[in-house]
Nanobody
Framework: QVQLVESGGGLVQPGGSLRLSCAAS????????MGWFRQAPGKQRELVAG???????NYADSVKGRFTISRDNAKNTVYLQMNSLKPEDTAVYYC?????????????WGQGTQVTVSS
């Protein structure tokens, strides 16, 4: 069984920074793309950033230049460094990963971590 566990969320003032982590554990043979999504109250879940197995990245226009996604393949972990945070970044952040495990390839999601940007 594969699990994704996120950490690093919290309350931060506008202009501040946070670093989210998401570690995958369990029977993992390989991980393809990994990504971060977010969902604000009353809104649909949206892609924030993604990173391929080779390191290729993509970002939502709203976070370009402020957020950086990275991964440590040896630790099966993906990170999201968030700088210059704005109140509109407030949301529950979810990570996901395309994992090849015992039962074959499958998309897995973390449980979510709350990020609140407020003064």
């Amino acid at each position: 069984q594969v699990q994704l566990v996120e950490s690093g969320g919290g309350l931060v003032q506008p202009g501040g920074s946070l670093r989210l982590s998401c570690a995958a554990s369990g029977s993992i043979f390989k991980i393809d793309a990994m990504g971060w999504f977010r969902q604000a109250p009353g809104k649909q879940r949206e892609l924030v950033a993604g990173i391929g197995s080779g390191g290729t990245t993509n970002y939502a226009d709203s976070v370009k230049g402020r957020f950086t996604i990275s991964r440590d393949n040896a630790k099966n972990t993906v990170y999201l460094q968030m700088n210059s945070l704005k109140p509109e970044d407030t949301a529950v952040y979810y990570c996901n990963a395309g994992v090849h495990g015992k039962t074959g390839p499958r998309l897995h999601w973390g449980q979510g971590t709350q990020v609140t940007v407020s003064s």
